[in-house]
């Protein structure tokens, strides 16, 4: 059963608390993706990473971090130093960066209190 | 940097009626996606369009890409309630950069 599992679909934590969101992929897919959506918004690049070992900034990766030690694995670090990290949180893969469709994690929802 | 923008931003319809969403990029595009998220879900890849003029039509959907490749547009035909949820087109710059959506409610 192949797909992309996010991980947990909805995350309390405390105010200055750094917290880790888990996303995986059985697809061997080489690109992955993070994104940010908050409520009647459009998703909003995090980070995105090309190949295993290699990651890029998106457009908002100020208060995240990413790692890629692994293909199946990207998990997405929200650290205390992001001003409003109350969103919900969405992770994607594709075979590659380039003309190829993107496959979505059910997402993360966070809050922070 | 790369911009892609999408309108309108919300469009309620009467069952029956069309709908249409446009997407526009400020530079040229490689190729351009359409995904549909139900409320609640996360987005679903519906298709993809490459070249210059392509119409592509799924059912009911006809997706369209602008001769320049800096626009595209969705229609939907004869709205149903299963349309419900938010369109967004996404312009590939090497990374999936995504348009704002656009919020669909389908009155029965």
């Known amino acids: 059963d192949g797909g992309i599992t996010q991980s947990p679909k909805y995350l309390f934590r405390k105010e200055g608390q750094n917290v880790t969101l888990s996303c995986e992929q059985n697809?061997?897919?080489?690109?992955m993706y993070w994104y940010r959506q908050d409520p009647g918004q459009g998703l909003r690049l995090i980070y995105y990473?090309?190949?295993?070992?290699?990651?890029q900034k998106g457009d908002i990766a100020e208060g995240y971090s990413v790692s890629r030690e692994k293909k199946e694995s990207f998990p997405l670090t929200v650290t205390s130093a992001q001003k409003n990290p109350t969103a919900f949180y969405l992770c994607?893969?594709?075979?590659?960066?380039?003309?190829?469709?993107?496959?979505f994690g059910q997402g993360t929802r966070l809050t922070v209190v | 940097g790369q911009q892609v923008m999408q309108i309108p931003q919300y469009q309620h319809v009467q069952e029956g009626e069309d709908f249409t969403t446009y997407c526009n990029s400020s530079?040229?595009?490689?190729?351009i996606q359409w995904y549909k998220q139900r409320p609640g879900g996360h987005p679903v890849f519906l298709i993809q369009?490459?070249?210059?003029?392509e119409v592509k039509k799924q059912k009911r959907l006809t997706f369209q890409f602008g001769e320049a490749k800096k626009n595209s547009s969705l229609h939907i035909t004869a709205t149903q309630t299963t349309d419900v949820g938010t369109y967004f087109c996404?312009?590939?710059?090497?990374?999936?950069?995504f348009g704002s959506g656009t919020k669909l409610n389908v009155k029965p």
């Open positions: 994607a893969s594709s075979i590659a960066t380039g003309n190829t469709e993107a496959f």
């Open positions: 697809l061997n897919h080489d690109a």
């Open positions: 990473s090309q190949i295993v070992n290699d990651f």
């Open positions: 530079t040229t595009l490689s190729n």
């Open positions: 369009l490459v070249k210059s003029g």
């Open positions: 996404a312009g590939n710059f090497n990374k999936f950069y």
